[in-house]
Antibody, heavy 120, light 111 residues
Framework: QVQLVQSGSELKKPGASVKASCKAY????????VNWVRQAPGQGLEWMGW????????TYAQGFTGRFVFSLDTSVSTTYLQINGLQAEDTAIYYC?????????????WGQGTQVTVSA | QSALTQPASVSGSPGQSITISCTAA?????????VSWYQQHPGKVPKLIIY???SRPSGVSHRFSGSNSDNTASLTISGLQAEDEALYYC???????????FGGGTKLTVV
């Protein structure tokens, strides 16, 4: 069935980098954009941006430029979120979510989340 | 991108109806934007319960309904049940900018 499956939890030291993945199943991968959403502990949902899966062109929300990089590999129907120069404030669950503007239920397909913990 | 304001908390008793508002700053909620609502239970993935202001995905209870007026979207839950106790988030997608914003979330308590 249609689903997004994310990579497992990560524990990183400050200054390191992390690359989380989001693999699509059950639909034409390049038909829909993939968004990334952050949820810090006890906080709300924060939209980070999206990547065009046809062109690979990323769009970043304010506050997520510079250290955050979206990429994809269409051969394995997977999008990636890389965070460089990790800081304690990056500790959060990172969700990927399918297109908020298209599909049978826009914004209705989410990955299970990847927990990223940044600690010395 | 327009900010979305939700009340921090609402409460209701079983069987009652409640409404959660989502107000967009400097944006009229019309055909140019898509508003969605998500339900999130503790430790769980957000679940889409309303999209395009008032449409309900298959499998979502008819007790959930959405509406809008000017720059405010609303989620109404009728016949409150204990299982409705959760966090609720609205989101707005702008078709012109392709940007998304989430509201701060509303904690619903069923007392």
């Amino acid at each position: 069935q249609v689903q997004l499956v994310q990579s497992g939890s990560e524990l990183k030291k400050p200054g390191a980098s992390v690359k989380a993945s989001c693999k699509a199943y059950g639909y034409n991968f390049t038909k829909y954009a993939v968004n990334w959403v952050r949820q810090a502990p006890g906080q709300g949902l924060e939209w980070m941006g999206w990547i065009n899966t046809k062109t690979g062109n990323p769009t970043y929300a304010q506050g997520f430029t510079g250290r955050f990089v979206f990429s994809l590999d269409t051969s394995v129907s997977t999008t990636y979120l890389q965070i460089n120069g990790l800081q304690a404030e990056d500790t959060a669950i990172y969700y990927c979510a399918r297109d908020f503007s298209d599909g049978e239920y826009p914004g209705g397909v989410w990955g299970q989340g990847t927990q990223v913990t940044v600690s010395a | 991108q327009s900010a979305l304001t939700q009340p921090a908390s609402v409460s209701g008793s079983p069987g009652q109806s409640i409404t959660i508002s989502c107000t967009a700053a400097n944006t009229t909620i019309d055909y140019s934007v898509s508003v969605s609502w998500y339900q999130q239970h503790p430790g769980k993935v957000p679940k889409l319960i309303i999209y395009d202001v008032r449409s309900r995905p298959s499998g979502v209870s008819h007790r959930f309904s959405g509406s809008n007026s000017d720059n405010t979207a609303s989620l109404t839950i009728s016949g409150l049940q204990a299982e409705d106790e959760a966090l609720y988030y609205c989101s707005l997608y702008s078709h012109s900018t392709t940007l998304v914003v989430f509201g701060g979330g509303t904690k619903l308590t069923v007392v």
